[in-house]
Every structure is written in C-alpha cells, then in structure tokens.
C-alpha cells in the first residue's frame, strides 16, 4: 500500500503503516529503523553484510539488498531512510523523491551545495505528494521551542549576531592507504560510490568520525555537528540565503577538512528582523563568552547577541543574560507557545500519510545545508564570497565554482 500526503487510498486511516526501505542499517540507520519500528519494514540495504544481516534479524520479513538503486525498485515501498555515508546522501535522497516515496535522511541532506540545492529543488517539485525529514532530531525538543520564543518575542531586543560552535576536531591527514583484502561482506564498489575511487582501508568503516573528515566522504564538523547546533538560529531568526560568507582554518588539504574551522556569513533582513550575522566555530575555536549566567566551559552551543542582553543554549539549556530588567518582556501564554513535536520521527510519518508539514522538511533543511557547506567552498577559495544562490554562483569568485560542483565516478547521476 501506497500512501501519499492527503491522497490517503478509499477506505485507508492514517493508521494504516507505511511501506519503509531502510537504506544503510548500523549505526545511526539502526536507530532510525528502531525509532519506526510500528511501521512496516519491508526492505534493507547496506553495502555492509554484517550490518544487513543483524537489521534482518530485527525485521525477518524485509527483503534484503547491497544498492540502494535495486532496492529503490521495489514495488511496494512508500517511504525510505536513508542513513548511508554522507557522500551518497544526495543520491539516495533525489533517486526516491523522483519516484514519489517519502524521505527521512541523515544530516546533512548532501555532500557539496549543488547537491543540497538539487535536494531542495528536488523536494519543491514534489512536495504536494511527499513528506521529508532531514535527521536533526533535537529540533523535536521542548528546549529549542523555548528558545524560538525567547528570541522571537524580543527577550534580548533585536538579535544582531548568532555565535554558533562545536568543539570536537577532525582529524587531518591524506586519504589512507591501501591494507589488506576487501572482506567479502563488504562491497567497497558500492561503498564508494560516485566518489573517486580509493583504495580498501579498515579504518574507512570504524564509524562516521573515521570517514566524515575526508572531501570526497564527507563534509568534516561544519557539515556533522553545524547541521544540529546551526539549526536553532535557523530556526529562531528564519534564516534562509546568505548574501555573504568567508572563512579561515588550517592550511588548505587537498585530502581533509580543516581541522579547525570559523565562518561568518551576512543574512539579509527579513519582515520581521533587520539583517544578522551569523558565526561558526568548531575545535578550539569559540566566541569570547564572558557571561555570569554562563559557567564552565561549554563544549558546544549558541549564543544570541541582542541590543538588551545574550541568550545562551544548547540542545539541553538556556539562559538569558539581559542588560536591563525584562519588563520589556512579556512571556508566551500558553496558547500561544510553539506545540510540542510527537517526535522527530513520528512527525515525519504523520506527514507522509495526513499531509501535515514536518518542521525539518527539505526545503528548510536543504537551504540550511546549502549555508553550512558554503562556509568550506569560501575556506577552500580563500576569499569573501558575494553569494547569489538563486544562480549557485559566487559573483566575485569564479574559482570557487569548483567546491560548489563536485565530479562523479562514470555510471554515477545524481538526479536519477
């Protein structure tokens, strides 16, 4: 049984289970297909037997499949997740749109910013008949409503700046070497993917930290952790395109993301707020904090800088350092608070068979990947863009139309 947004069959309830296609099972996919587990199971797919074979386990019924494209053939799939390597995010995400199946894909959506805009596109022209949902699942919590509406309703007056950082490092490095056979429940072929070929190493596979750091697998702290902690002042300021971005790290690898990275990038006003900074760290990069209301070091988080104080938070806290005392302030009612989310997952299945928005559908998440990973094309073009994202183009920048763009391995399309 299909089931499409608001096209729900004669005689069919939005109780009725979605048809899902778990495409890459360990790790994050496991706890995806876990967290939709009262749905209907019906296929799985990993270039990773070990992995496909303790999915089977939990769901005995599903048929089986090493790629992704074969499984995307199955009649009676509705829905998919995709939890593969970032760098084939983008084809697993495309490929099912284009066939009208509902999408739930891991952070981030893609692997460069033409990927994240065709994903975007992509989703556009189908969205009447497909709910979406990238995997920032902490979008789901209580806290990040709070804190919408801490800065929505003028808290700390007008937002000027959002500070974004994540302390964890990358490693650095050049693509590893070739060290011993290709086990035979491993398809590397596949695990590659549309990326330049590169030899079998062990420590590829040893999880997402392994592989994340390098160009052609993925898209280092910026593109893993800047997709969670970069969605609150997404979300709380309505950001969408930047006019501007630059961007400085460790010296330039042709292999590996920089080991530390800082972004700022110039968003333009809105109807409601005048135009914003927005600022990432990672590493041991962070905003000066010198706050009473802040103590101890905080590994990862956001802070709002407002003409009447800060606003501090992290997926778990907030706290408001105001500048006067508040009675500016008039608090939320309670009709008036952002609903709770049913959960993350929940909100997506609940959107693939009522029609009802998911908050981290593909437009809004794809335009937030688009951002992030423009911070890497200015560090890698060494230079402040002047961004046109209508047209992917960095006016005053032709040479960074090469990290905007990536190449695929023949027999690789993207928009399949």
């Not at 490693?171 to 590397?188: K, N, S, T």
């Not at 969670?228 to 950001?239: G, T």
């Not at 183009?393 to 399309?413: D, L, V």
């Amino acid at each position: 049984m299909v089931v499409k947004p608001g096209v729900l069959a004669a005689g069919r309830s939005p109780n009725d289970r979605l048809n899902i296609a778990g495409i890459g099972v360990g790790g994050r996919g496991h706890a995806n297909l876990s967290d939709c587990r009262n749905e209907n199971i019906v296929a799985l797919c990993d270039v990773n037997g070990n992995n496909l074979a303790a999915a089977a386990r939990q769901f005995p019924n599903a048929k089986k499949y090493v790629d992704w494209r074969t499984c995307l053939e199955q009649a009676d799939v509705d829905a998919v997740i995709c939890s593969t390597t970032d760098h084939t995010h983008a084809f697993v995400n495309i490929w099912a749109m284009n066939r009208g199946m509902h999408v739930y894909s891991e952070k981030p959506l893609a692997n460069s910013v033409e990927e994240a805009a065709l994903v975007r596109e992509t989703y556009l022209k189908h969205k009447d008949k497909i709910a979406t949902q990238m995997g920032t699942q902490i979008h789901a919590t209580d806290n990040y409503r709070r804190m919408v509406e801490l800065v929505r309703r003028g808290a700390i007056g007008t937002v000027k700046e959002a500070h974004v950082w994540c302390g964890r490092t990358p490693a650095g490095g050049g693509y590893l070497p070739e060290a011993g056979p290709v086990p035979d429940y491993i398809d590397w072929d596949l695990w590659i993917g549309p990326s330049p070929f590169h030899p079998f190493n062990p420590e590829y596979l040893k999880g997402c930290l392994s592989w994340n750091p390098f160009w052609d697998f993925g898209s280092g702290q910026i593109g893993d952790m800047g997709s969670h902690m970069m969605d609150m002042p997404w979300w709380a300021l309505d950001l969408r395109f930047p006019t501007t971005c630059e961007a400085a790290g460790t010296p330039v690898n042709p292999d590996t993301c920089p080991q530390w990275l800082t972004a700022v990038w110039e968003h333009p006003a809105n109807d409601w707020r005048p135009a914003v900074k927005v600022f990432w760290y990672d590493a041991d990069k962070k905003p000066q904090i010198r706050s009473e209301a802040v103590k101890g070091d905080l590994f990862k988080g956001v802070m709002y800088a407002g003409d009447k104080g800060k606003l501090f938070c992290d997926y778990g806290f907030r706290v408001i350092e105001p500048s006067g005392d508040l009675t500016y302030f008039a608090p939320p009612k309670p009709e008036e608070l952002i609903p709770p989310s049913p959960g993350h997952h929940q909100e997506w299945i609940i959107g693939a068979k009522t029609g009802k928005p998911t908050l981290c559908n593909f437009d809004y998440a794809g335009a937030l990947i688009m951002h992030n990973l423009l911070a890497l094309v200015a560090y890698r073009a060494g230079k402040k863009l002047e961004w046109d994202a209508a047209t992917l183009t960095a006016k005053n920048c032709p040479e960074a139309e090469q990290y905007i763009r990536k190449k695929y391995r023949q027999g690789w399309t993207l928009n399949g």
